[in-house]
């Protein structure tokens, strides 16, 4: 019987339907976030931006995301309908996802196989077009996919309707947990045709892969769909009525002409007293949504800052590895722990103690909670920046000093004058000096010495391989951030693999090119000296850490290898950011539920959809005062602009506990009620002045 009764168009009492638009959206969800979840690495690792530029990009797209849901709903209100505009838009989203994925092949233009690309500009138009297609993808379907969702269940199925919107958004949250926690994997993983790069083409590959699947699994039930005309949206009937309001009192500003109690009033000519009334308690709430952009602004940081603030941490948790974007998993992780107990066991504690705990109140308790996160998050920067290495200036270099050969050597550098002793197989630590002074360095090394004419770029850090051979022999190298490279001590010519990663052929006492391994892991060094196969495990390579590795020789196929260390490895724990993060969730649960529960119960029937996209819209000009902030501060120091965020949220969450204790509760159905009896009443007095006059009629 159970399964007869599944083949029907409902199953457990719900409309079978209804699971193929769960599976749609957790996919749905799972490629946005698995996508965003790697993007700023993408941008600061790939592209080469830093920080500024990465961050600025990222929260542009993300505000876009939350801009287009505006569109989307008109067009599946006022046109396409919610199933065309779903379908329609899912396949711009699909094409974006697999642009994204082509726009981070490193071999795409990589000619001369050097492990770069040769045409970074190929690669940033492709990413932007991407971005754009998902943007408005994943915007566009935003509103449409759980409205036609709460479409397929009939009037008496209010109970069904409400354990959907629950499983709904149980999906959303399995989706983004999930990604976030294998998306970062796959792009630790290395891949490539001619060099093993970071493996961005399968991290941006496999949510496109699952929006695909997201698309397929929609279509696939369509026959089983409830599919509701568009009837217009209500969005455009309000904009009329405020605009036509606006004008019509701007005509009439005249003192001949009474005022009126409200100024929507003035709409009243052209529109019915329902619609003024239902705008104005739109309107009351919007106004109240002002100042929530702020706290989005700092909410959203997760996935830039805070997650760029963990690449300069230790990832290492024992046995596991934590990448720095996987740390945003723990946002989705104590959503689902913290929902949960702060329903059952926080509120009815507050209220036990007799505590007025209204939704605004709870909504300024939140903004408070996020601005002390970014309190958190500035005091741990304080402790990274302790252990940052300091980079030298633009006019100025920092030089270390190898010895690479068997007898100890004297490096003198001129003008100003300073010297240093290193002895064999040693190396020093960087030594800064001003590019315009450093002119020349004198190497002394046994019973021979060399000069050497100097011409460094500033800004930059530089390694001096000296070795004395039948000759002093001096070799420059510079340093790339948090990157390998290795120097070959032997007469002979070697080919270097470690990992899956092959360098170039190395001559004799030459150096390799720079590049990037996985942190807090150890890699083999396979090195092939005279068609002899020598390797060895690597040591540990910390999470930030730089290394020059010198290749000394083979003995009994084991490879022989000395660690100079070009930068530390970060030292402050990544567990470090759980308790700042642990405070943003509470912000998020109390702000972001109670928000949309206020909302909607302050929200006439048929205005959801306009404080809906009202409430996107506030994550939309948080983002963007994101960029203007971050652009405008000129701060130098990372923690600095955390305690600005955390000052600004802190005076607008003042703002809105005044703006809040003077807000009146209403309740719109008692509203709607009133207008409906005088409706009713109306109706009756139509009828009673048709009936006379039919009576009237009649006697004549």
Not at 66 to 83: E, M, N, Q, R, V
Not at 215 to 220: C, T
Not at 388 to 400: E, M, T, Y
Request: aromatic fraction near 10%; charge should be neutral; charged fraction near 15%.
């Amino acid at each position: 019987m159970l399964s007869v009764s599944c083949l029907q168009p409902s199953c457990f009492g719900y409309p079978l339907s209804i699971f193929f638009i769960i599976i749609n959206e957790f996919c749905e969800r799972f490629s946005y976030y698995g996508m965003r979840a790697v993007l700023v690495l993408y941008f600061k690792y790939f592209l080469q931006w830093n920080d500024n530029l990465s961050t600025a990009i990222y929260h542009t797209f993300v505000a876009l995301c939350y801009l287009t849901p505006i569109l989307g709903a008109l067009i599946a209100d006022s046109w396409l309908g919610k199933f065309k505009t779903i379908v329609s838009l899912s396949i711009v989203y699909t094409i974006g996802q697999a642009v994204m994925s082509v726009s981070s092949i490193n071999d795409l233009t990589d000619h001369n196989q050097d492990g770069s690309p040769d045409n970074v500009s190929v690669h940033i138009a492709l990413s932007m077009t991407g971005l754009i297609l998902i943007a408005l993808g994943t915007g566009g379907i935003k509103p449409c996919v759980s409205a036609f969702g709460g479409d397929q269940f009939e009037d008496d199925q209010e109970k069904q309707r409400t354990r959907f919107f629950s499983i709904f958004y149980l999906s959303i949250n399995a989706g983004s947990l999930l990604s976030t926690i294998i998306t970062p994997i796959l792009r630790a993983q290395e891949c490539g045709i001619h060099s093993k790069q970071r493996c961005y083409p399968l991290a941006f590959g496999v949510p496109a892969a699952l929006m695909a699947v997201s698309l397929a699994v929609f279509i696939i039930g369509s026959g089983m769909y409830k599919k509701v005309k568009p009837q217009g949206n209500i969005m455009i009937q309000v904009s009329k009525c405020i605009g036509f309001a606006i004008k019509n009192r701007f005509r009439h500003r005249s003192k001949e002409f009474p005022k009126r109690e409200h100024w929507l009033d003035w709409a009243s000519e052209k529109y019915d007293k329902r619609l003024i009334a239902q705008t104005k308690a739109v309107l009351k709430v919007l106004f109240l949504y002002i100042p929530l952009p702020m706290f989005w602004a700092l909410f959203d940081q997760q996935g830039s800052r805070w997650t760029l603030q963990a690449t300069t941490m230790d990832g290492n948790f024992g046995s596991i590895q934590i990448q720095p974007d996987q740390m945003q998993t723990v946002n989705p992780i104590l959503i689902i722990i913290m929902v949960p107990v702060v329903d059952a066991v926080v509120y009815p504690l507050i209220k036990k103690c007799k505590i007025n705990f209204t939704p605004l109140r709870k909504i300024t308790v939140g903004m408070f909670l996020a601005s002390l996160a970014f309190v958190a998050a500035a005091l741990v920067q304080v402790q990274i920046d302790k252990t940052l290495p300091v980079f030298p200036a633009a006019g100025q270099a920092q030089i270390k000093v190898i010895n690479l050969g068997t007898d100890g050597a004297t490096v003198q550098f001129k003008s100003p004058l300073q010297s240093v002793n290193v002895m064999s197989m040693e190396s020093t630590g960087y030594m800064t000096f001003d590019t315009s002074q450093l002119q020349s360095v004198n190497i002394i090394s046994g019973n021979k010495n060399t000069t050497e004419v100097i011409m460094l770029p500033g800004g930059s850090r530089h390694t001096l391989a000296v070795k004395n051979a039948a000759n002093i022999v001096a070799k420059w190298v510079s340093l790339l951030n948090s990157q390998d490279m290795f120097i070959n001590n032997l007469p002979d010519t070697i080919n270097i693999t470690m990992g899956d990663t092959p360098f170039e052929t190395l001559m004799s006492f030459s150096a390799s090119n720079y590049n990037l391994f996985p942190g807090g892991r150890k890699d083999n060094i396979m090195a092939i000296i005279n068609s002899i196969p020598c390797s060895v495990t690597s040591k540990t390579l910390g999470f930030g850490s730089a290394y020059t590795i010198v290749i000394n020789g083979c003995t009994g196929n084991t490879l022989d290898v000395t660690y100079s260390e070009d930068i530390s490895p970060n030292t402050v724990h990544m567990a470090w950011q759980i308790p700042q993060y642990f405070i943003l969730t509470c912000a998020e649960v109390v702000f972001s539920v109670t928000g949309l529960e206020f909302s909607y119960s302050q929200a006439p029937s048929n205005m959801k959809a306009v404080l809906q996209a009202g409430w996107l819209l506030t994550v939309a000009v948080g983002n963007i005062i994101v960029l203007i902030v971050a652009g405008a501060s000129k701060l130098s120091e990372q923690w600095a602009e955390y305690v600005l965020f955390a000052a600004l949220l802190l005076a607008v969450c003042i703002i809105f506990a005044v703006m809040a204790y003077f807000y009146t509760y209403s309740d719109p159905n008692e509203i709607e009620a009133q207008f409906d009896e005088e409706e009713k009443k109306q109706v009756k007095k139509d009828e009673d002045v048709y009936e006379k006059q039919t009576e009237a009629v009649s006697r004549m």
